[in-house]
């Protein structure tokens, strides 16, 4: 059993910044990979920013330089600071996880609840 925690979203002004985070606990081994992911009513999930175990981060050009990525390794936690935020950028923001329940066991993956963030004067 894995449980994925999220908090920090709310309702923030045009230009404001929020941090999300997620902390992972439960039957984990090893994680490969935490990131955010958003999704609008009637959309698809789209990558918001993802890092590797080793530190590699990927991310959607429309987060560029304004979003940044970090973990907590001990805490098993991401963190997803998000700068100058837009109206465009309200969504409902899935935690993702990428894990191993075991050294030799499958690669999983498992989707938190969703925190919900609101950019709007």
């Known amino acids: 059993q894995v449980q994925l925690v999220e908090s920090g979203g709310g309702l923030v002004q045009p230009g404001g910044s929020l941090r999300l985070s997620c902390a992972a606990s439960g039957s984990i081994f090893s994680i490969n990979v935490m990131g955010w992911y958003r999704q609008a009513p009637g959309k698809q999930r789209d990558l918001v920013e993802t890092?590797?175990?080793?530190?590699?981060?990927n991310y959607a050009d429309a987060v560029k330089g304004r979003f940044t990525i970090s973990t907590d390794v001990a805490k098993n936690t991401v963190y997803l600071q998000m700068g100058d935020l837009k109206p465009e950028d309200t969504n409902v923001y899935y935690c993702?996880?990428?894990?191993?329940?075991?050294?030799?066991?499958?690669?999983?993956?498992?989707w938190g609840q969703g925190t919900q963030v609101t950019v709007s004067s």
């Open positions: 993702h996880l990428v894990f191993q329940n075991t050294r030799w066991g499958p690669i999983r993956n498992y």
């Open positions: 890092i590797t175990s080793g530190g590699i981060a």
